[in-house]
């Protein structure tokens, strides 16, 4: 199509331009502004349907856009371009998705559910078998992980492949400075508190990386020992809690951040993390807590008066009846987490008396985001 310019201007219908942008109604009657560029970036042509990806690169434009016409014909707004050889047609329908700056809806969006120590009977379960042939039963697999943080999957092969099929449902593997994958038994030589048979005390893993992994995996393998009772926790309970106990220790908590290592011959890693992590709109998300990764606190002394005290309130509130889930992992059973919202650790236990192992992994929380929208949304480009 060829648009001819001419000195005379063409007509507009229902539609008000100003220098940058233009006025028009919405099916429900309500007039809505809509900005040059932003129409121009956005016309649907400017996507390939193919890759799914921005072909029109605004960049280029000599001058900045600019409506020759604008007109409604029905439930569509049509632009011709000055300067340009294109015509724009948008689904109103569309527009009124964007007119007040409101972000695409998210169905992996989830609101978060806070759980107790009772929790354990109510968790989900699901089957490794089904996993591997549903891909509904994957979607309700990660709502569960959206919405409570944590989940148990049975029936697991005792193999490493079984624990790999399983997170590849999610995502792909995310190795960590420990490698693709842990092996948490007692170890002759250990490097990490897990590998001993002591207590493990509530913790979430690696806050050492500046972006620790998202979702870990603990697939048990063998469990006949005395003791090693499996402790968890809902991060976002006992923050949301502490928020209402404890407001400027809450404060401290979610502002400043505290230094965390991990280091052996062969690594030394270190980040800086907010021990209460808020998302977004100021809501808890999570936690990063580590007692056997907490580097030396190198924050003011003065400060220190006030942290140290919230710190200890927080993590003795971590440990009360009230939030700490008791159980026992089974052989055949993997337990699946989000890494940065649960607490995990465990009680002591007699090594000599039986066999314990546990083989470990994690994949990402965008990944696992992603391979729910995937799975539930029609998105942008399906029919």
């Not at 690169?57 to 049509?78: M, R």
């Not at 508190?193 to 893993?205: I, N, P, Q």
Request: hydrophobic content about 35%.
């Amino acid at each position: 199509m060829n648009i001819v310019e001419t000195s005379v201007a063409a007509p507009i219908y229902n539609v008000s331009m100003t220098p940058n942008g233009l006025t028009l109604p919405l099916p429900d009657g309500s007039p809505a502004y809509f900005n040059n560029h932003w129409l121009r970036d956005n016309c649907p042509s400017s996507f390939d349907a193919t890759t799914r990806e921005r072909s029109f690169d605004i960049f280029h434009l000599s001058q900045p856009p600019k409506p020759a016409t604008a007109w409604v014909d029905g439930d569509t707004l049509v632009i011709d371009w000055a300067g340009e050889d294109h015509r724009s047609t948008y689904p109103l329908s569309l527009l009124a998705q964007y007119k007040d700056g409101t972000p695409r809806p998210d169905p992996a969006a989830k609101p978060r559910r806070a759980w107790y120590s009772d929790h354990y009977k109510d968790m989900a379960r699901f089957a490794h078998p089904k996993l591997m042939q549903n891909d509904a039963e994957v979607s309700q697999w990660i709502e569960a992980l959206l919405v409570d943080g944590v989940a148990i999957v049975a029936d697991m092969p005792d193999s490493d492949a079984g624990l790999t099929e399983l997170a590849e449902r999610i995502g792909q593997i995310r190795p960590t400075f420990f490698g693709a994958y842990f092996d948490v038994k007692t170890h002759i030589n250990p490097t990490n508190t897990a590998y001993t048979a002591a207590a493990l005390e509530l913790h979430t893993d690696t806050p050492a990386e500046d972006h620790a992994p998202g979702i870990q995996f603990l697939h048990c393998r063998a469990n006949s020992v005395e003791g090693g009772r499996n402790l968890f926790g809902d991060g976002v309970a006992v923050a949301n809690d502490f928020r209402a106990r404890d407001p400027e220790g809450f404060k401290l908590l979610s502002e400043v951040a505290v230094p965390f290592y991990c280091e052996h011959d062969s690594y030394d890693m270190r980040s800086r993390q907010r021990v209460i992590e808020l998302d977004a709109d100021g809501a808890v998300e999570g936690v990063t807590i580590s007692q056997h990764m907490l580097d030396l606190i190198d924050l003011p002394q003065t400060l220190l008066d006030d942290y140290y005290p919230a710190f200890c309130r927080f993590g003795r509130m971590l440990q009360e009846e009230k939030y700490v889930m008791r159980f026992t992992l089974n052989a055949g059973e993997c337990i699946v987490f989000d890494n940065h919202r649960i607490v995990h650790g465990r009680a002591a236990y007699t090594a000599s008396s039986g066999d314990r192992y546990l083989r470990g992994c994690y994949t990402d929380r965008a990944e696992m985001r992603s391979t729910y929208r995937a799975l539930v949304s029609e998105g942008r480009f399906k029919a």
